[in-house]
């Protein structure tokens, strides 16, 4: 909701695609594993081997978990020769998931 110069609140009405995307953002974000996924490429592009190590995962989980990060645009991926290299897709979603991070933190 936004308030108007006359302290009136305006509801603002969002398109049910847009809801159903965030919705679903939300949802993926609720695993403990994406979640550290995601913290891990926000310092830098890995490949899937990489995150394996780093994270002390299987590889068909850390593929897994990427394929669902993908799907709804948290993560986005470049090919170099057979081995793809993984990242965030965007700086809204690390601030989003830093900013989580520092409110439960502090909590």
Request: hydrophobic residues 30%; charged residues 30%; without cysteine.
């Amino acid at each position: 909701m936004e308030k108007n110069t006359q302290n009136h609140t305006i509801e603002t009405e969002i398109d049910t695609e847009v809801l159903t995307r965030v919705a679903q953002t939300f949802k993926i974000l609720g695993d403990p594993t994406r979640i550290r996924i995601l913290k891990l490429l926000s310092k830098e592009e890995l490949s899937v081997n990489e995150i394996v190590e780093r994270l002390d995962l299987k590889q068909s989980n850390v593929s897994q978990q990427l394929k669902s990060l993908k799907n709804v645009q948290l993560v986005k991926y470049r090919r170099e020769g057979t081995t793809a290299y993984y990242t965030y897709d965007d700086d809204h979603v690390i601030t989003t998931l830093e900013e989580m991070i520092d409110h439960v933190s502090h909590s």
